[in-house]
């Protein structure tokens, strides 16, 4: 594969809520398709990206917070520790920013782009962003996790999004 055309799917394109599959084997194929999402990633000032989010159903995720890039493929949360709430936004639903609950510690295990086992331990921000990628991962989305006041508030973004969504097809 040289080249690729990725593009970053809203609300509404039923990819988002499929399950990522396991990669068994990492490729170059992968590498370039992991490259290519950091780089959309930090185009749109996100702080991570999930490959389901670019259309690929692969388990495979890049996260920055400003720390440093992780580019990590079949990440899975084995450990949780305490709670956190803080606001996130997601690429995926624009203009959308709620408060969620999250651990406040996690560890994650995953494989890096040249199969290398990682095992991370994260807390704040980047354990917050760890559970919203990997959320994607399960086809789960921000707003599933919002308050029913929260959900109330951005229902018609949501409409309005699902719409766009369906002219682009
Ligand atoms: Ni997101």
Known sequence: MDKIALKIRIFGDPVLRKKAKPVKQVTPEHRIILSEMARMMYAEQGVGLAALQVGICESMIVVDIG?????LINPVITKKEGFQYIEEGCLSVPGICIEVKRAAKVTVKAQDD????????AEGLLACV?????????????????SIVDKLKIKKRLEQLKKRSEHEK
């Open 130 to 146: 760890f559970q919203h990628e990997i959320d994607h991962l399960n086809g789960k989305l921000i707003i599933d996790r919002a």
């Open 67 to 71: 720390k440093g890039l992780y580019k």
């Open 114 to 121: 040249d199969s290398k086992p990682l095992i991370i331990e």
